[in-house]
């Protein structure tokens, strides 16, 4: 179990990068940590490994503090990997050899297979016999991924593992990352800033702002119950309407003090419903995102037709109120 108590940290005075910092994961959890560019994911990572020393607060890893460069010798825990954005692989031995690198040659049998198996949930196995310089940003990466799995780490931490890859290839690592995680029993904290990587993929997610949580809670009620729109924002299209405009397009009744926020599957259209022009079409694949307006209001949802029409009737299926 990892606990993190009233965390806060700068790099210098004045300035703050992480505040209040409050979460706990379980042992076997896998936790993703979603958030803008800047907003301290990496930071935090880096609290828990111990690569910098907190400013205030506490982290407990299994009862024990975790403490950053000031009072360790050699920075980062070993009872942790971390795989940070930068890879660090020795370009003068081949793959196989850089993921096995921290594993004892006491048995040079398990050896392999753990170094075998640790490529495989990467899908690197075929490239076992190449050198780093021969690979890509996006091999290097599943290779120092694999080079922590091979250890069976207790908690692996990382730092946006999933940036350099392709969609199809991002789907299926993430599937072989969390089988891993869930057979080993391993937890997992990765960043982000790709609501799909943590939605599917996640026992929990926090979301980070300008180094404060903002929600923490699992997948399905961050979507169901998001604390205000930057929540929203990150988990995909929404609409946003307040008070006035529910009451003026579709008679439903809120507080004035709250606004609905809509996303694109709880809008159809009805013959019964409220007028929208057709502002923009965008083909997403399976469907189309349809936006639409009616004076200052704007609301998308998604139809696999495109009408002929310039004006479509909308009504609201479903909202939540933030
Ligand atoms: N070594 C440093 N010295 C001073 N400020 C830093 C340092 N490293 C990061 N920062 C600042 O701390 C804040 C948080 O950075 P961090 O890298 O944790 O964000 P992030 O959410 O991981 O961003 P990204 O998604 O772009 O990687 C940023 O404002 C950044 O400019």
Redesign the pocket.
């Known amino acids: 179990m990892l606990e993190i108590r009233q965390l806060g940290f700068s790099?210098h005075e004045n300035q703050s990068?992480l505040e209040d910092i409050n979460f706990e994961v379980k042992t076997g959890e896998i936790l993703s940590i979603l958030?803008e560019?800047?907003?301290?994911?990496?930071?935090l990572l880096k609290l828990i490994y111990g690569l910098e020393d907190t400013v205030s607060g506490e982290i407990f890893y299994e009862s024990d503090k975790v403490t950053g460069p000031k009072f360790n010798l050699v920075p980062g825990n070993s009872k942790m990997k971390f795989v940070p954005q930068e890879f660090d692989l020795l370009d003068s031995i081949n793959v196989s050899e850089n993921v096995g690198k921290y594993l004892s040659n006491f048995d040079l049998p398990l050896k392999s297979e753990n170094t075998k198996k640790a490529l495989k949930v990467v899908k690197m196995d075929s490239f076992a016999n190449h050198f780093p310089s021969q690979l890509s940003g996006g091999q290097r990466q599943r290779v120092s991924i694999a080079r922590a799995i091979a250890t069976n780490p207790k908690m692996l931490l990382l730092d946006?593992p999933y940036s350099h890859l392709d969609q199809p290839l991002k789907f299926e690592i993430r599937k072989n990352i969390w089988n891993w995680a869930k057979e080993t029993n391993c937890t997992v904290i990765l960043?982000t800033?790709d609501v799909n990587d943590a939605l599917g993929f996640s026992d929990k997610i926090i979301i980070l702002k300008n180094g404060k949580i903002i929600q923490n809670d699992s997948p399905e009620n961050l979507r169901n119950n998001p604390e205000n729109e930057y929540v929203a924002s990150l988990l995909g299209e929404y609409s946003i309407l307040n008070a006035d405009e529910m009451w003026n397009l579709f008679q439903i009744k809120i507080s004035e003090t709250q606004k609905a926020i809509i996303y694109p599957e709880e809008i159809s259209e009805d013959e019964s419903g409220q007028e929208f022009e057709i502002s923009d079409v965008r083909f997403r694949g399976r469907d189309y995102l349809i936006e639409t307006i009616h004076k200052n209001s704007k609301l998308k949802f998604y139809s696999i037709l495109i009408t002929e029409n310039q004006f479509v009737k909308l009504k609201i299926k479903n909202f939540r109120l933030i």
């Open positions: 790099f990068i958030g560019s800047g907003s301290g994911k990496s930071t946006e960043t800033h």
